[in-house]
C-alpha cells in the first residue's frame, strides 16, 4: 500500500496539505461514522499513513526506503498505535478544537487532575549567586480546601441532578456540516461535567477543591547560579483535583550587578589603575576579589589592558564541588596629567636617556625590517 495514495496527495504535498487531507478522509472512514465492513482497517491504515507522513524523518524514510526503511529504523509497523499527536489530531478532525468531550478521559469529572506549576521570578545579590544563600519566599498557590479535602462538594448537602444536563455531565449537540451531520458532545457548563447540581458544592471553594493561600517556602539557591538559572521545588505548586498530583514551583532566578566585579560565566573581571612607575618596575598589590583581599604580583614592564590571572577565585562551577573560575585583573596604566616640579625634573631625565636608547633601538627594527 502506498501511504501517498491511502491520504490521497501528491507525493511533494506539503505538511498542512497531508494534515487536511487526513482530517478529510478521517471524517469519511471512522468506524463512528462509516459502517462499511472494512473501515476500521483502513481507518488504521490512514493513521499509519498519516503518522509517517506528517513526521519529516520517518517520511523522508518511507521516501527513499519505502516501509522497510522505516522498519529497519526501528518504527514500529504494527497495528497504528495513535501517538500523542495522532489522536489529537483525529479529535480535532471530527470536533474541532475545544468541542472534544466525552471521548478522552480528560474529561471525566472524576479522574485526576494534576495541580499547575508556577513560576516565581527572584532577584538575588551578586554574592549570593556565588556562594549559594538560604531564602524563604512568600508564594500565592492552589491548596487543598480544607472545607471538603479537594472533592468541591459540601458533605452536609444533599446532592440532585444537575438540571441543564440532567446529571449527565454533558451536552449533545448536532452539528451539520457538507460532510453530514454529527453529534458532537460538549462538557456542560453547569456542572463542569460532574452531574451534579452546582447548589450542593462545596461554599468554600465553590465547587472548585481547591483555596487560594499564602504560604512560606524556604529554598536553598546553590553556589554558582546565574541570571536565567532555575530551580524547581516538586510538589510546591498548586493542588491537583480529584487526587491528581501536586504542580511544582519553578524560581527563575536573576543576578543583580555588583558594583565591584564584572561576572561572565564562571569568571570574575575587574579594573586596576597603575601607575607609570608601577607598571615600568612591577609590583605586589593588594586587589578585592570575591573571597576578599589578595595580593597580586604586577610583573616588570606589564602593558595597558593586560591582564594579570587569579587562579581559582571566580564563580564556582554550579553542582561541581571545589571547581571554580578564574579572577582576572585588568591592568590600566594611568598617564599622569599634573606633576610637581620634582617628577618633571625626572621624566625630563628619562625623557632624554630614553631618546637615546629608543632611537637605537628604533633604528634596529627598522634595519631587520628592510633586510
Ligand atoms: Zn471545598
Ligand atoms: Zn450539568
Redesign the pocket.
Known amino acids: 500500500m502506498d501511504y501517498y495514495e491511502i491520504l490521497g496527495v501528491e507525493k511533494n504535498a506539503t505538511k498542512d496539505e497531508i494534515k487536511s487531507a487526513f482530517r478529510k478522509k478521517a471524517r469519511q472512514l471512522h468506524p463512528d461514522v462509516n459502517k462499511a465492513p472494512d473501515a476500521e482497517e483502513r481507518f488504521k491504515e490512514l493513521g499509519k499513513a498519516y503518522e509517517t507522513l506528517s513526521d519529516d524523518e520517518k517520511r523522508a524514510l518511507y521516501d527513499r526506503y519505502g516501509e522497510d526503511g522505516l522498519k529497519n529504523a526501528g518504527y514500529s509497523q504494527g497495528p497504528f498505535d495513535f501517538g500523542f499527536g495522532g489522536i489529537n489530531d483525529i479529535f480535532e478532525a471530527f470536533f474541532g478544537q475545544g468541542m472534544g468531550g466525552g471521548f478522552s478521559s480528560r474529561h471525566d469529572p472524576n479522574a485526576p487532575i494534576e495541580g499547575d506549576n508556577l513560576r516565581m521570578d527572584m532577584k538575588i545579590d551578586f554574592m549570593d549567586a556565588i556562594f549559594g544563600v538560604e531564602k524563604e519566599i512568600k508564594i500565592n498557590h492552589l491548596e487543598e480546601c480544607d472545607e471538603c479535602h479537594g472533592t468541591g462538594k459540601d458533605k452536609n448537602a444533599k446532592e440532585t441532578a444537575?438540571?441543564?444536563?440532567?446529571?449527565?455531565?454533558r451536552?449533545q449537540q448536532n452539528t451539520r456540516t457538507i460532510l453530514g451531520s454529527f453529534t458532537s458532545v460538549t462538557t456542560?457548563?453547569?456542572?463542569?461535567?460532574?452531574?451534579i447540581d452546582p447548589s450542593s458544592n462545596c461554599k468554600k471553594c465553590k465547587g472548585t477543591g481547591t483555596i487560594h493561600k499564602e504560604k512560606t517556602v524556604k529554598i536553598r539557591i546553590p553556589k554558582g547560579v546565574d541570571s536565567g538559572s532555575r530551580i524547581r521545588l516538586a510538589n510546591e505548586g498548586n493542588a491537583g483535583k480529584n487526587g491528581g498530583r501536586k504542580g511544582d514551583l519553578y524560581i527563575v532566578l536573576y543576578v543583580k550587578d555588583s558594583k565591584e566585579f564584572i561576572r561572565d560565566g564562571v569568571d570574575i573581571h575587574t579594573v586596576l589603575e597603575i601607575s607609570m612607575p608601577q607598571a615600568v618596575l612591577g609590583d605586589e598589590v593588594i586587589v578585592k576579589t570575591v573571597d576578599g583581599e589578595e595580593k597580586i604580583h604586577i610583573p616588570q614592564g606589564i602593558e595597558n589592558l593586560e591582564k594579570v590571572l587569579i587562579k581559582g577565585k571566580g564563580v564556582p562551577y554550579l553542582g561541581k564541588e571545589g571547581q571554580r573560575g578564574n579572577h582576572y585583573v585588568t591592568i590600566k596604566i594611568n598617564t599622569p596629567k599634573k606633576l610637581s616640579g620634582e617628577e618633571e625634573k625626572l621624566y625630563r631625565q628619562l625623557f632624554e636617556l630614553s631618546k637615546k636608547t629608543e632611537k637605537n633601538g628604533i633604528m634596529e627594527k627598522v634595519k631587520t625590517a628592510f633586510k
Open positions: 444537575c438540571k441543564t444536563c440532567r446529571g449527565m455531565g451536552i456542560c457548563p453547569d456542572c463542569n461535567g460532574s452531574g
